[in-house]
């Protein structure tokens, strides 16, 4: 199956800082989604993006299916923002609905 | 509308029982897959149904089965648990083959 790789694996800021979480995976995919998971559990979908670039709000990703990575990007950083961010793909071919996940990037924002 | 629901939301069992998961998917979403989180990993892929036939099948033992039912929700089984099971048990859907949504987890304890 495809591999995913995010870096860094811990990243701490404080509020107001920007950060960039990288995601690199090791073929073509046709699914690509970026989660956070919030203390309890819940993986909250925040970007569902194969190839470009899409913003909501503090939060932006781009992916470049080409060279095969994907960048978060979070702006203006607030301590909600805290918890483990996952990329998920699936690559071309793979079983519909299998994703595979990176280990996640873990994000403390202290205020 | 409702997202994705599972229950129970925590679970403990002795080694040896057998547990039973369950998940709604959102309406009108005919794809349901499962996932296992173990501490400090990301999600690892069990199953995936669509239109109540398994379609795809992740590297667990026998001991995990599902099935789905003619609503589209979805039980995942699993026999003669071990201490290893413990973990957080995610199932999302999906309407086909894009964005997969996350449901709150079942937190498995095993003793």
């Known amino acids: 199956g495809i591999q995913v790789e995010q870096s860094p694996p811990d990243l701490i800021l404080q509020e107001g800082a920007n950060s960039t979480l990288r995601c690199n995976f090791s073929?073509?995919?046709?699914?690509l989604q970026w989660f956070h998971q919030n203390p309890w559990g819940q993986l909250i979908n925040l970007f569902y993006?194969?190839?470009g670039t899409k913003q909501n709000g503090r939060l932006s990703a781009t992916t470049v299916a080409t060279e095969r990575y994907s960048l978060l990007y979070i702006s203006s950083s607030q301590t909600t923002d805290s918890g483990v961010y996952f990329c998920?793909?699936?690559?071309?071919?793979?079983?519909?609905?299998?994703?595979?996940f990176g280990r996640g990037t873990q994000l403390t924002v202290w205020p | 509308d409702a997202g994705v629901t599972q229950s129970p939301t925590h679970l403990i069992k002795t080694r040896g029982q057998q547990v039973t998961l369950r998940c709604s998917p959102i309406?009108?979403?005919?794809?349901v897959s499962w996932y296992q989180q173990v501490l400090g990993q990301g999600p690892q892929f069990i199953f995936q149904?669509?239109?109540?036939?398994?379609?795809g099948r992740g590297n667990f033992p026998d001991r995990f089965s599902a099935r789905q039912f003619p609503n589209y929700s979805s039980e995942l089984n699993v026999n003669a648990l071990l201490l290893g099971d413990s973990a957080l048990y995610l199932c999302?859907?999906?309407?086909?083959?894009?964005?997969?949504?996350f449901g709150p987890g079942t937190r498995l304890t095993v003793l």
């Open positions: 149904y669509y239109e109540k036939e398994e379609r």
């Open positions: 998920a793909a699936r690559g071309r071919g793979s079983t519909l609905g299998r994703l595979y």
């Open positions: 999302a859907s999906s309407f086909q083959t894009d964005t997969q949504y």
């Open positions: 309406s009108g979403h005919k794809s």
């Open positions: 073929d073509s995919v046709n699914n």
């Open positions: 993006i194969p190839s």
